[in-house]
T-cell receptor, first 109, second 114 residues
Framework: AQRVTQPEKLLSVFKGAPVELKCNYS??????LFWYVQYSRQRLQLLLR??SRESIKGFTADLNKGETSFHLKKPFAQEEDSAMYYC???????????FGTGTQLKVEL | DTGVSQDPRHKITKRGQNVTFRCDPI?????LYWYRQTLGQGPEFLTY????????KSRLLSDRFSAERPKGSFSTLEIQRTEQGDSAMYLC????????????FGPGTRLTVL
């Protein structure tokens, strides 16, 4: 069965510091991976997906099939990045999402 | 179109009562998903529809749970004989199909079973 692991429940960094949110997955098929973000009092929304290979709000994520990882990175954290971040794996014909437990990112001034 | 909407936003019920939630997806989206999220966890898949057909159900979806999407537009999720363990946030999402498209989430319905 597929699984997504986010080892950190909380990550606290200072403004301007680099950020790396870890995500590891297990899946026997070809993975489609996403990062979703939930800002305070807002709904869950897509941040980025691995196949688009784009940078959104300064965040990037590279799929490493050898290490089965999809870590989210940003070189310089901003206060507005404070949010809950979920890594998700899309599987099956219906593309249902399997989520990790999430990492709360707190950017301190 | 203001996105995926869910009603009600909050529901408090007593154990043993039945509850029904509604989800209105983005109008052109033919896929609709239900997820459940408990405290400290990520959303967990419950079921999904493509148009009016329910194509997959999770083992999490016990016999007390039933979902419908009668005309391929809005969907309802009913929980019969609620239990305290059903307390959670119930999320609806919609997307286009086929293909791996972004799922757009609603605000959720928070259920509290007393």
């Amino acid at each position: 069965a597929q699984r997504v692991t986010q080892p950190e429940k909380l990550l606290s960094v200072f403004k301007g510091a680099p950020v790396e949110l870890k995500c590891n997955y297990s899946y026997s098929g070809s993975p489609e991976l996403f990062w979703y973000v939930q800002y305070s009092r807002q709904r869950l929304q897509l941040l980025l997906r691995h196949i688009s290979r784009e940078s959104i709000k300064g965040f990037t994520a590279d799929l490493n099939k050898g290490e089965t990882s999809f870590h989210l990175k940003k070189p310089f954290a901003q206060e507005e990045d404070s949010a809950m971040y979920y890594c998700a794996l899309s599987t099956g014909g219906g593309n249902k999402l399997t989520f990790g437990t999430g990492t709360q990112l707190k950017v301190e001034l | 179109d203001t996105g995926v909407s869910q009603d009600p936003r909050h529901k408090i019920t007593k154990r043993g009562q039945n509850v029904t939630f509604r989800c209105d997806p983005i109008s052109e989206h033919n896929r609709l998903y239900w997820y459940r999220q408990t405290l400290g966890q990520g959303p967990e898949f419950l079921t999904y529809f493509q148009n009016e057909a329910q194509l997959e159900k999770s083992r999490l979806l016990s016999d007390r749970f039933s979902a419908e999407r009668p005309k391929g537009s809005f969907s309802t999720l009913e929980i019969q004989r609620t239990e305290q363990g059903d307390s959670a946030m119930y999320l609806c999402a919609s997307s286009l199909a086929p293909g791996v498209f972004e799922q757009f989430f609603g605000p959720g319905t928070r259920l509290t079973v007393l």
